[in-house]
């Protein structure tokens, strides 16, 4: 992996870890490989849990979906994997039956204005079933989604990003990267450390200079290449961490 062109050598890092969060806001999933679709890393963010009027439920109000566990099929990450009616994302959480949700997908309600921050859209309906253990887990009437990929596209800000790029129920972009380096930079100014998984990256890379993922502006790794678009400032997600290391940077292909 190298960053863009410059007259300086070019930095180089390797990645050391991929997570995929396949409902949104709930627990990620860190993985060794995962195939690489026009939205992202497959899987990610396909899912997301609404409130009655279609909006999106994430941990800035619903802390207890940090506790909600995900799990898919190993075979879910091979290249050119396709699920079947026996293939099924496992939900579990404290307290609660685990849910299993088809993987395949069947004749399905489309909910519609279904909304995540700026965007609006249909979205399918995951069920009774689901909306009812979501409902019980958080106490409050709840519907799982999952986007519509047959009839609905979400484009990143063409502010940020030139060209076609598409996400599904990300925040705004394909993926967030961070680094080991800066992670530990952070921790040297706490009393309790914390993990990567506070900041929910996507890829995470080591071998470079603390924050220096901040000016990138073009990474390879292995065939792929990505664009670093946009800083994110981080949300209170992350509880009271200091600023030092509130950015991570969005990535498009």
Not at 90 to 116: I, N, R
Not at 206 to 235: A, H, M, N, Q
């Amino acid at each position: 992996m190298g960053g863009g062109a410059s007259t300086t050598p070019t930095p180089s890092a390797k990645v050391s870890a991929i997570f995929i969060y396949p409902i949104k806001s709930c627990r990620g999933i860190s993985v060794s490989h995962a195939p690489l679709i026009h939205t992202g890393f497959r899987w990610d963010r396909q899912w997301m849990v609404v409130n009655p009027h279609g909006r999106m439920y994430s941990q800035r109000v619903e802390p207890k979906l940090a506790l909600v566990e995900v799990e898919l099929p190993s075979e879910a990450f091979l290249e050119n994997w396709e699920p079947t009616q026996e293939s099924y994302m496992v939900v579990k959480a404290p307290g609660m039956q685990a849910l299993k949700v088809c993987l395949s997908k069947q004749e399905q309600e489309v909910a519609d204005a279904v909304t995540v921050w700026e965007w609006t859209g249909s979205a399918w309906d995951e069920g009774a079933e689901a909306s009812q253990w979501f409902s019980d887990y958080l106490g409050k009437p709840c519907q799982l989604v999952r986007f519509n990929t047959a009839s609905e596209v979400r484009k990143v800000d063409p502010d940020y990003v030139k060209g076609q790029h598409d996400t599904l129920f990300t925040d705004g972009y394909p993926f967030l990267l961070a680094s080991q380096e800066s992670l530990n930079a952070l921790n040297e100014h706490l009393k309790e450390l914390i993990s990567i998984n506070r900041f929910r990256p996507n890829i995470l890379v080591e071998g470079c200079e603390p924050f220096s993922e901040d000016i990138w502006t073009e990474i390879k790794i292995s065939k792929f290449s990505f664009y670093g678009v946009k800083l994110c400032y981080r949300c209170k997600v992350l509880y009271n961490v200091p600023p030092i290391i509130m950015r991570l940077k969005n990535w498009s292909t």
